[in-house]
Structures are given as structure tokens and as C-alpha cells.
């Protein structure tokens, strides 16, 4: 992935690389949501016990990576090319966005991340330890550290080809709807401390209004409201302080 998104597939483009492109893109983010949209992840977990869901989902979100990096198709149309003080600003930039982005998920516990915390606790044949709301480091300033990392991530590079602008564009608009449907998600399950946070975080920097910005008791409450409404699953009065799994948590 490192490799990838700093120097682009090695692929070059023949054929109709749009399509193969953005199916790819898209691709990624349906096996992504899949799995944590409320009604298939009670299906899926019919046949997937709860400790293994979360190692699971990790994996089909790394398989689905690596088919879209081996299946890629390179475009040789360049949008912007920087080089010289300009290109190592935004490489820095862009290595800046790795640092972030294993910070934030090492805030958040790569044990439950990738599922392994859950895994190892039942080959003990114990409870996972419970995941308090406790908000802490970069989660102090905005709501999805994470996100806002993996943005860096697409967006700071020196060589914009046509390819990289429609994987860019995709996952952009996949990366803030997954932060509107996160909030959604956690507004529900863990209920009134996490209004109570998203009233005084913003989602994101510079973001003065909308969903993801600082969000009032009115748009709080409709977004869980609507959540309980179209999942079907428990009441945020039922499960008040109730940490969610990884996958819950997951965009």
C-alpha cells in the first residue's frame, strides 16, 4: 500500500482502464461497508462467531487492497507533476500522513484494529475486556483522526496522474461519508457520551458546519434516531456506555 500510493501501480493503462479503475475503487468500499451495515452483519454473523467477525473483516479489507494494487491500471495522462523543494514538501507531507495514521490506530488499540484482541481472549476462554469511551490524544482535536490521516494518504502526492485523481475522488467522498455513518453508528451504540463529545469535537479541521463539524442535540438525535430506525437493533437507552466492536467502529 506504501509502495502504491507513493509511486502509483506499475501497470500502465491499455483498454478501458476507467472502468477496471473504478470498479476496483468501488469494489473496495463495498466489501469495506458489507460487513458493517447492521442487517448483513447480523446475517454474516450467523455464520461468523463473534470473536472471529472482527479478524475477518480485517482480512477481507486487506484482500480487497491487494486485488485493487495488483489489478490496477496506471493512466499516462498527468494532472500535476511538482519536483524540486515542492516535491519533497509534499513527500514529507505524505509520510507525515503514515506517522498519523499508526498513531491514531495504536489511540484506538491495534488489537481490536485488526481483531486480534478478541481472538486471543477466546483462545482463553475469557471475556474481551470492555473498551471504555475515553477520548484521548488526537481524538481531543477532531473525531476521525484515522480518516483525516488516510486522506494524507491519497491526496499528498507529486505525480497526480488520471488514475490517482479518480482512486482520490472515490475514496475522498467514501472517506466522509464513512465518518457520517461512524458518528451515526457510535452516536447509537454508545449514546449520550458520544453526543455529548461530538458536540464540542468537530469531525474534522475547518469544517465551520454540516455533519461533520460540530454536531447540535437536534442533528444527533435524528442521525440515532434514523440508525435504530433502519437497523433494527437495540435502543441507544438500552446500550448507553456500550463500547462496540472494532468492525461497529470501523468505517
Given amino acids: 500500500m506504501f509502495c502504491f500510493l507513493r509511486d502509483g501501480a506499475s501497470s500502465t493503462a491499455h483498454g478501458h482502464w476507467v472502468v477496471i479503475d473504478v470498479g476496483l475503487s468501488i469494489l473496495f468500499a463495498v466489501a469495506h461497508s458489507v460487513m458493517l451495515y447492521p442487517p448483513s452483519r447480523r446475517i454474516l454473523q450467523r455464520q461468523i462467531p463473534q470473536a472471529f467477525y472482527d479478524s ?37 507531507c505524505f509520510y507525515a500522513s503514515w506517522g498519523a495514521l499508526f498513531y491514531s490506530l495504536w489511540l484506538t488499540g491495534l488489537g481490536y484494529q485488526t481483531g486480534w484482541t478478541p481472538f486471543y481472549y477466546w483462545l482463553r476462554r475469557e471475556p474481551a475486556p470492555r473498551r471504555e469511551f475515553k477520548p484521548r490524544g488526537a481524538y481531543r482535536l477532531i473525531r476521525h483522526p484515522v480518516y483525516l490521516s488516510f486522506l494524507g494518504l491519497v491526496w499528498f502526492t507529486p505525480r497526480m496522474s488520471l488514475d490517482h485523481a479518480a482512486l482520490t475522488a472515490i475514496w475522498t467522498a467514501y472517506i466522509f461519508y464513512g465518518s457520517f ?65 472494532s468492525a461497529e467502529c470501523a468505517a
Fill in 56 to 92: 475477518v473483516f480485517c482480512v477481507v479489507t486487506c484482500l480487497s487492497l491487494l486485488l485493487l494494487f495488483f489489478a490496477w491500471r496506471t493512466s499516462e495522462t498527468l494532472l500535476w507533476e511538482v519536483s524540486g523543494w515542492g516535491e519533497t514538501v509534499v513527500r514529507f
Fill in 181 to 245: 455513518l461512524k458518528d451515526r453508528r457510535l452516536e447509537h451504540f454508545i449514546g449520550k457520551p458520544y453526543k455529548a463529545y461530538s458536540r464540542k469535537v468537530p469531525g474534522y479541521p475547518l469544517v465551520p458546519f454540516g455533519p461533520l463539524a460540530r454536531r447540535s442535540d437536534v442533528s444527533a438525535g435524528v442521525a440515532a434516531s434514523n440508525l435504530a430506525a433502519t437497523s433494527n437493533v437495540e435502543s441507544p437507552a438500552k446500550c448507553d456506555g456500550r463500547e462496540p466492536s
